[in-house]
């Protein structure tokens, strides 16, 4: 079995819900605060470990108390904390969350996570079976000198390219695996796809997006699923019909398990399958990081019609 390497950010979210979301330079009472831990490198380990891959997260905290709550969680959810860091002269990250009616809006002030550097990666051991997964939170050189490191290593690389931001394109050279959602399919593919797309379209997005006919490209679509190209054929998973309270680090628990999955030796398609089912139990729960579903969970689900 390989084991899973997460690149990324660590952040304490600090969530505010409410019936709705205030418009600009609006006011709105909240129902209450609460504090999860979050960050999508650590969402996407603690999904990882806690469906059963051996996991190492490879991040930045400050040295405040968020750093010490947030490192403690990790260590107890059995995640390799050896290669994150506390750092002096950066407060750990912060997300600043509005949740209401499940969806939400998220401020992210990156503090220890822009420090990240290409020498917290260096000493990194991968090998061949093991998934190397980063997405957008950390510095564009380190996600790519780490993808970098592990093509080299000959292990798998997944890229959660969230949030969306433009980046040079070359570092889709360096990545098996895209997994993103239809803002992040948007700004990359350009030609204003839009949510409600047909799947066709989305197809066709994703595949302007490969930069080798194996490489994977998949479209989370929130409650409608996921659409992607494996193989470069089309797959189309329908979403799981559940009564969803909180969206926040669904995308994470899909990178998560999706990694778990490939690094236990699982087909793409299957593994695929299997994160769908994953992120829908993610959504029934509040918060993110603590909202990770455990294997057993998902077995249970997976035993049951959709
Ligand atoms: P976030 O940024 O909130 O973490 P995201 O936009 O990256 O999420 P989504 O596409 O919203 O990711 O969701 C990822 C996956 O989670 C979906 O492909 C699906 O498998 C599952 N999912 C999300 N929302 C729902 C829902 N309401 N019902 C069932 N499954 C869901
Ligand atoms: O993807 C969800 C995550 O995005 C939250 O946990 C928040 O920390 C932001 O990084």
New binding site residues.
Partial sequence: MGRVFVAGSINMDVVATADRHPKVGETVAGNAVLYFPGGKGA?QAVASAKLGASTTLIGRLGQDAFGDELKAFLATEGIDLSFVRQTAGAHTGTAIITVAK?D?T?VVIPGANALVDAADVAGVMLGKGDIAVSQFEIPLATIDAFLERARTAGAMTIL?P?PALTFDRKLLDLVDALV????ELGLLAGGGVRESADDARFIDAARSLQTSPDQTICV???????VALVGGAPLI?P????A?ID????????VGALAAQLADGAAMRDALEY???A??I??QRMG?APSMPTAEEVEALSKRAL
């Fill in positions: 969402n499940a939400n998220i959660n969230a993103l959602n239809e803002t989370t679509l929130g409650q409608r699923g996921v998973i979403g799981r019909m559940v969803a969206t926040t680090g669904a995308g994470d628990c899909f994160a769908n089912a992120a829908s993610c959504v993110a």
